[in-house]
């Protein structure tokens, strides 16, 4: 009996195209943007979508992402951490062969210029609310996977760090509560928001610096740091909540 090995013969299921799609974000002029592409091909021709791509035979899914970041948009993985978001492989989601996706995200604090590579004819950071308006447009299931990507963003800095990550290494109270602020889209009380930011030890005062926050003088800001430089460290208190009502 020959072992069950010999007998597969992949031509005997249909065939599944695995690609991989990146959310990037980033606080610019106070509001969150999404790093999109401009599609120079078909399908979608000069439609708006994440950047991403086929996986090639010789690489995972992380390099893979990390690839179709950097050929599309020129920011690289020293410019963006990844990680996996989720996997979306609806049978209707490619117009023209069943297609999976892997979603990653990523947070940039200070990203560079971004600029069109291989088959994207453009890159550019798009404030998040031309696409909750309706005002651009995304390709394939691309907003369901942004959707998920902010909603994992929105509810994850209510727990954790990582809204310091769209900070600089170092960073003022009110720098940091911004961050909130935009995300949540709605206001936070100054007072108690330090105060539990100084409660937690996920996050460090750095002794000894300050950052004049305003042109005209005034009190210099103390800075702030994170104890864990990728964000992940739970909050023992958390610094705001994103369900009591705004301030």
Not at 57 to 84: F, M, P, S, Y
Not at 153 to 172: D, G, H, M, N, P
Request: hydrophobic share 35%; net charge negative; charged share 25%.
């Amino acid at each position: 009996m020959k072992p069950a090995s010999s007998r597969y013969d992949p031509h005997t299921y249909p065939p599944v195209a695995v690609a991989v799609d990146v959310v990037v974000q980033t606080i610019l002029e106070g509001a969150l943007h999404i790093l999109l592409i401009e599609r120079g091909e078909a399908p979608f021709l000069s439609g708006w979508a994440l950047p991403g791509g086929f996986i090639h035979e010789d690489e995972n899914l992380d390099q893979a992402a990390v690839r179709e970041l950097e050929e599309k948009t020129g920011i690289g993985a020293d410019d963006a951490h990844l990680g996996q978001l989720g996997s979306y492989g609806d049978p209707s989601r490619g117009p023209h062969m069943r297609v999976v996706t892997v979603a990653y995200w990523a947070i940039c604090a200070h990203p560079p210029e971004p600029h069109g590579g291989t088959d994207a004819k453009r890159a550019k950071f798009v404030d998040l609310s031309e696409i909750e308006d309706g005002v651009l447009k995304l390709a394939l299931d691309h907003r369901t996977i942004l959707d998920d990507a902010i909603e994992r963003t929105r509810s994850k800095i209510e727990y954790t760090a990582l809204a310091a990550k769209f900070c600089q290494a170092t960073f003022t109270i009110t720098e940091l509560r911004r961050v909130y602020e935009i995300l949540w889209g709605k206001r936070l009380d100054p007072g108690n928001f330090q105060r539990n930011l100084r409660a937690n030890q996920a996050f460090l005062s750095d002794i000894g610096s300050q950052r004049t926050v305003s042109p005209s003088g005034g009190r210099p800001a103390s800075l702030w740091r994170l104890a864990d430089p990728t964000g992940k460290g739970r909050l023992e208190t958390p610094l705001a909540s994103r369900t009591s009502a705004p301030q």
